[in-house]
């Protein structure tokens, strides 16, 4: 695709079972200031209503994309499906029960620029599974390099990303089922030095939904042991030191910036 035809920003949205809540993360896309966007949904086979709900949205808005996956694969390989229908200059990524402010991409493009960055975040709210206000967000340092999003445990909120496609080219998500954005992000910083986090909170993470298996602890070591020595190839001593670092930003919240709202 050519330059002149290529839309701003390419929003990643993944989905699966999402039916009760795609339709809030769409429209706060279409509330954006910016409106030179796209949307790549890409369907995890979802057995609920979410096809049904999306029509209406599918039929109105030309630069809205779906895409059923041929069978279930899980989010990674939906987010990289995503990323491989991505036109834009810029990749966003938005969950399809997380929420985006209006002025989002507007600032978050602003900052980029300033900054001279290929790659950022931002602060992001929280809300629980029914959407109830939560009083306080969590903010990112100002830079995060390789080494630092691995001993704060990714300290970057999926739905605040944003990197420049038309430099840094296409990515594929690890094969994890768990973790996967965090292993994006570690792609991400072997291509650029930095990413860097804007001190604004321009979204709202959805905490909880469907009882994931991030409550489960020994699941949740199990996935970080996959990602530090399977999937990044550290060693044993390395890897098991990433995750006793992970436990104690875990445990104690040591590293992380979390304000009251």
């Known amino acids: 695709m050519s330059e002149d035809n290529r839309v701003l920003v390419s929003v990643i949205m ?22 030179d966007w796209e949307i790549q949904i890409v369907d995890d086979c979802s057995i609920d ?26 989010p990674a390989v939906a987010r990289t499906e995503a990323i491989k229908r991505a036109s834009g200059k810029y990749v966003a ?81 690890p094969m994890i089922r768990k973790r996967n954005d965090f292993a994006l992000w570690l792609q991400v910083l072997k291509k650029t030095e930095y990413c860097y986090g804007m001190q604004e909170v321009l979204g709202t993470y ?3 939904r469907n009882g994931s298996v991030s409550s489960n602890k020994l699941k949740q070591a199990k996935y970080h042991w996959q990602l530090y020595h399977d999937i990044e190839h550290h060693n044993f001593i390395k890897s098991l030191y990433e995750i006793v670092c992970w436990a104690f930003v875990k445990g104690t919240g040591i590293g992380l910036k979390k304000i009251k709202l």
């Not at 993944?14 to 409106?35: D, G, H, K, R």
């Not at 029509?55 to 899980?74: A, D, F, T, V």
């Not at 029914?130 to 009083?135: N, P, R, T, V, Y």
Request: charged share 20%.
């Open 14 to 35: 993944p989905t699966y079972n999402c039916a009760e809540y795609i339709s809030q993360s769409i429209e706060s896309v279409l509330q954006q200031t910016i409106t």
């Open 93 to 173: 990524f938005l969950d399809s029960d997380d929420l985006w402010y209006p002025q989002k991409l507007e600032k978050q493009i602003q900052f980029m620029q300033k900054k001279g960055a290929d790659f950022s975040c931002t602060g992001y709210a929280c809300m629980n599974s029914e959407g109830k206000f939560l009083h306080y967000a969590m903010i990112p340092p100002e830079k995060i390099d390789y080494d630092t999003c691995i001993k704060l445990s990714n300290p970057i909120g999926n739905l605040t990303v944003m990197y420049d496609q038309s430099v840094l080219g296409k990515f594929q998500v």
């Open 206 to 208: 959805r905490l909880g």
């Open 49 to 74: 209503d979410t096809q049904k709900v999306l029509e209406p949205y599918l039929e109105k808005y030309p630069n809205i994309h779906y895409y059923r996956l041929p069978s279930n694969g899980g």
